[in-house]
């Protein structure tokens, strides 16, 4: 599992439970363990709101195959998919994270969604921002890439002000969509197995 803490938010690795609670609930709460952080009780545990909208629908449609690939793999890692948590009132925010762990030439694929009514406020930024600066510190990872469509204006200026670079285009049944990416140089990579300050692992937590 892996929490991430960023001036207004905590992103923490998906709970398989809490997965299955949305697939049959709609607005609920319920408690998720994380890192190490303000907002966190002394057992280390966050009561989280998860709201209606969260987490999209088309994160919500790939739901029952997350379910299916977790009780084969029970243990994800920190390649997986997020919840964004607001500090403010433990309010799911959004839903972004990892599609799968880094390949064979170091590249990873994030994902990234805020709830419709919250859009316009960064959150989005702030967490793509957060998630690629630590993948791009492990060492098996070179490159973090992302795709969005070119009819989604709002979604490219998330990438650009998180530091991506426009790589390509590749077309799709949805339309054209643009291939982005962001590298870290070999002075920004801290030694091996070193972690930002700002991340925290939470080793053998319950999913």
């Given amino acids: 599992m892996l ?55 088309d994160a919500l449609q790939m739901f029952p195959i997350w379910v299916a690939r977790r009780e084969r793999s029970p243990d994800p890692g920190p390649w997986c998919d997020g919840v964004v948590v607001r500090r403010e009132d433990r309010l799911a925010v959004g839903s972004m994270g990892f599609k799968s762990p880094p390949d064979a030439t170091g590249a990873v694929e994030i994902g990234y969604a ?35 469509l070119q009819r989604n204006p709002a979604s490219a200026r998330v990438l650009e002000k998180s530091g991506f670079q426009r790589v390509g285009r590749r077309s799709t049944v949805e339309g054209d969509l643009l291939l982005w990416e962001s590298r870290a140089s070999a002075v920004d990579r801290p030694p091996d197995g070193a972690l930002p300050r700002s991340v925290q692992r939470t080793p053998g937590a319950e999913h």
Avoid: K, M
């Fill in 114 to 148: 805020v709830n419709r009514s919250l859009w316009g406020r960064g959150y989005a930024t702030e967490t793509v921002e957060a998630i690629a600066a630590w993948a791009l510190t492990q060492p098996e990872v070179r490159r973090v890439t992302a795709e969005c």
């Fill in 3 to 57: 929490t991430l803490e960023t001036p207004r938010l905590i992103f923490v690795s998906t709970p398989t439970s809490v997965i299955r609670t949305r697939l049959t609930l709609s607005d609920f709460l319920a408690e998720v363990v994380v890192g190490p952080c303000e907002t966190a009780g002394p057992d280390g545990r966050l009561t989280i709101h998860f709201p209606e909208e969260w987490p999209g629908e």
